[in-house]
């Protein structure tokens, strides 16, 4: 039977298992009262998607004025290449065309395989490059990508 999945609203009550997901998934990554901070800022919104009540992935994002900038988008390791980061970014595009924001950007570390090509099969074109933007163990710094793609008010 093909499981439908529903794309909900990230709340506050999501921090905690939002938390765990993305330090799981990056080197030091955000805690819950980012999560917090982040949920309580009114230019940034969440979307998430759940199976048997475990949160299983989710996508942030900023928009300010005609722009929007994706802060994170995360699928749990036993959940990935199932269609959730698909159907997230989908999900938040049609969301963003309606809101008329014509451009949306986000940033990638260069050594993040999966995301860069997941993010060039979605239209992302590559803006510029941040040397040294990510730090991981032992201090060593990784070039983040500034990835952009225009949204047409059209389809």
Known sequence: ?????????LTQEDCPRAALLHQQAFYKGWTKKDFKD????PLIHGLKI???????SLILWREVGNEAEILTLIVHPPY????????????????????????IFLEVAEDNEGALYFYQKNGFLLLNRRPDYYKRE????????NLMKKLSQEN
């Open 80 to 103: 990935q290449r199932q269609g959730q980061a698909n159907l997230l970014l989908e999900t938040l595009l049609a969301h963003l065309v309606l809101k008329n924001i014509s451009q």
């Open 138 to 145: 032992g201090n060593k710094g990784v070039t983040a990508l």
């Open 50 to 56: 759940t199976k048997n009540d475990a949160l299983t």
């Open 1 to 9: 039977s093909q499981k439908v999945m529903s794309v909900l609203p």
């Open 38 to 41: 982040f949920l309580d800022d």
